[in-house]
């Protein structure tokens, strides 16, 4: 049989058994091999996605995997999930399966389903004694205060931080709490301390990321964004332009992009372009040819964004040939 | 007998005795009826606001108090804080009350008197044990590790985070270490990983804050502060004016607000406004009126502002009508 | 016998004895006196610069150094590190005991050898248990997770937090995971939420810090950063420019720096310069006389820096006398 995602996970419940998370060490993304079909012969009841499954059964399933790891004796809520297609996540054990695919690499931003994510994930406070329902919480803490414990809330998100559940090889992320499970950070990267990678978002690597990636985002290998710097998110309402950044570009530190970017482009530190910046074109000898909508150079290639300081207008300078705008864009201007 | 507010509270104490930090799960503002005279029957020396107490008072207090969670048994510090007037704090524990009366939304940014509150708080190491003395951290620092335990000083402020004392209803906070006891968070309000909010400060719900807000700034329902954007706090020195946002504004990414906003305004993306920024007022035909001041743009709704991406200056286009300044602050300009 | 550094430390190891990292409780630069060679007579090997000792002798040790603590049983691995002269560091407990010179302020950025140092600090898992070695972090995250522990991942990197270290007297760093080992931080400063400092870097204090200092960057006394203003760092590549801010500077939230600068100096809001920016000199008059690269203002003192909002330039007027340029800098415009 053929599925789409399966994962063996640990989960965690509230007071009143509502999952509020679960922890997949191995998703697998297209898993084939006779395997498959033995492991779902276990499951009961075929048509769910989502399986409370016992220790013993755990065990079976985890040694079946290629390559999974052991699972030992635990107490904890086991959870088997078996995604047939791609199709929009329809519980949190779904969604959190689909977002480990993200962020082990399995998939890239926009290559897996996650229409209505948001409906399926509860929102959890995350804290040192693990992720606890919100409206259990304030009794968790005074009891925590009285018995002398220190119990502290690092997040209320329906996110977690993507580092307590998967470490990608060959990356640096100075600062975890500004990644969300969900992102892509690819081998080679180093996010630091001023980076933030939303989920369904994420760098090709090597990267140096210093600024944001905002929810669905991606950036090209060999780019640098500068500290601060920010890219525009399609979740913030209004705009249904996937923003993008192309190979070897840098954004400076403090500036903003807000058009898909094509390849070794650079805007200047603290220099913000949006969709409709009108900006002055300039020739290989550094003449104005003509002002454009900057939604029109959206995916080209080879270029410098600056604001000119005695001037004060943006202005876009080749790097290499003459400017050919994006047709298709140029001519909604 | 009439009284500003009170409060129950577990506290922590250095190795000297002196009080670092008080946790009051449920502080009361204005408390009226009978149980109150009755409350305050228990206290020992009633001309002060501040009563370390035993643990059978502190049950016996809880327990009258309307709503209040029941008090287990413990060993720790039990404080019962007592304000029979507004006026300035004169101690941490009192201090500590009012910030959680900002952070319970028992009162909103202004409304309780703080004035001193940083001579009244001492800077304490928060720490994965808990809150710690600055002075007696070396100590434990070693002692931790020679234990093999891993001590981690997260924070050495004045103010703790305000998660570790209340997370107010209907509220996420991606990432918990930028938002101060004393911010009064607004019900619907989503505070993202780059968000920010000091103590006498917030927003009113429903919000998305991805910016920074300041000591001193309110935000008003409907608004977003986008990414990585500043609102000017009072405590930056020079500045008396109290910046607020008004309701379903924008600030984008990246810009930045030093005056106050009225509602429906929009501040393009990268774009900082400043008290003293001059800007071409635009009227509904998109032509330059004259130049103002922003300052006399205070509180003034409907306003566009973005920088003329061709001109290089400060632009202003009302969004409804024609723009009426704010005449007393235009006449000083 | 002369030495340059020396500390008496407490190291993590991995699963296979690789070095984590080292946390030295009072180390020490140029030791003198008789004790230095009676410390040195323990070791066995005084060619090489990292010793791994025994308890006994490290009890041994640590009394015989001046106002060291007193050494308490541990089953830690301890790590006696002597450094003849200020070479580059060649391995991790040499290149730990430099950042912690710079941390304990008993040098400055820049006043000790770094070179090579990323090669000597390896990649390490930063947890809630402690430093583990990225590929054992896999293993560890399963088996946490199966016993019910929360194992919580808060750095991914070559650089610890500063404070897991040391917390230098009279100082606030209201969020710690921003300050890197290495950082030097001066008495009297305050770090807010959005301040940053990385290693080889810091203010001499008092400052107040709600920006980022980059590495090699130094703040002088009574400047102050506003939030998420940036200072360009000499590890972005392209730029061997150290850059430095003088005393009694002001850089506006949002702004950013790319020149040394001078002592008296203030760049607004939301501004940045770099030294390519060319900019308007104004005279006393406020009129402009001639125009240069922001290079040539490099060091200069009482300058304000602002883009004129209403021609869109970028404007320097001078404070006090007229502006005197950096000639050698100005030479090469």
Redesign the interface.
């Known amino acids: 049989m053929s599925v789409y995602s399966l994962g063996l996970g640990?989960g965690t419940k509230s007071g009143v058994g509502e999952l509020l998370e679960v922890?997949y060490?191995a998703p697998q993304l297209n898993p084939k091999g006779e395997w498959v079909d033995k492991v779902l012969g276990y499951i009961k009841n075929p048509e769910s996605a989502v399986h409370e499954i016992r220790l013993e059964k755990a065990k079976l399933i985890a040694d079946m995997i290629p390559n999974h790891?052991k699972?030992?004796?635990?107490?904890?809520t086991i959870i088997f999930t078996v995604l047939k297609d791609d199709r929009a996540p329809s519980s949190t054990a779904e969604a959190y399966l689909k977002l480990h695919l993200l962020s082990h690499r399995l998939v890239r931003p926009h290559e897996t389903n996650l229409t209505g994510i948001f409906r399926t994930l509860p929102?959890v406070?995350w804290?040192?004694?693990?992720a606890i329902a919100?409206d259990e919480?304030?009794?968790r803490?005074?009891?925590a205060?009285?018995?002398?414990r220190?119990?502290?809330?690092?997040?209320?998100?329906?996110?977690p931080k993507m580092?307590?559940?998967?470490?990608p090889s060959g990356?640096?992320?100075?600062?975890?709490?500004?990644v969300?499970l969900g992102a892509y950070v690819g081998e080679g990267s180093t996010i630091m301390?001023?980076g933030?990678i939303n989920f369904n978002a994420g760098c090709e690597g090597p990267n140096m990321i210093e600024g944001?990636i905002?929810a669905g985002v991606m950036v090209d290998s060999g780019t640098?964004l500068?500290?601060?710097?920010?890219t525009?998110g399609t979740l913030?309402g209004g705009n249904d332009i996937v923003i993008s950044i192309g190979k070897n570009c840098l954004l400076?530190?403090?500036?903003?992009c807000?058009i898909p970017l094509g390849d070794n482009c650079t805007i200047?530190?603290?220099?913000?372009i949006?969709g409709g910046?009108?900006?002055?074109i300039l020739n290989k000898a550094g003449e104005i040819e003509k002002?454009v909508k900057a939604a029109s150079l959206s995916g080209v290639s080879d270029l410098l964004f600056r604001?000119?300081?005695?001037?004060?207008?943006?202005e876009c300078k080749p790097l290499k040939a003459a400017i050919v705008l994006n047709d298709e864009l140029h001519s909604h201007n």
Not at 127 to 130: A, L, V, W
Not at 171 to 178: D, L, S
């Open positions: 640990i922890y060490p790891p699972f030992d004796d635990t107490t904890r929102n406070a804290t040192n004694e693990g919100i919480l304030a009794k803490q005074l009891s205060r009285l018995k002398g220190y119990l502290s809330v690092n997040s209320v998100d329906k996110f580092t307590d559940y998967i470490v990356v640096r992320i100075a600062h975890t709490a500004r969300r301390h001023e933030f944001r905002s640098d500068g500290g601060g710097c920010s525009m913030s400076g530190a403090n500036s903003g807000g200047e530190a603290g220099l913000y949006t910046s009108k900006i002055n002002s604001r000119n300081s005695l001037k004060g207008y943006i």
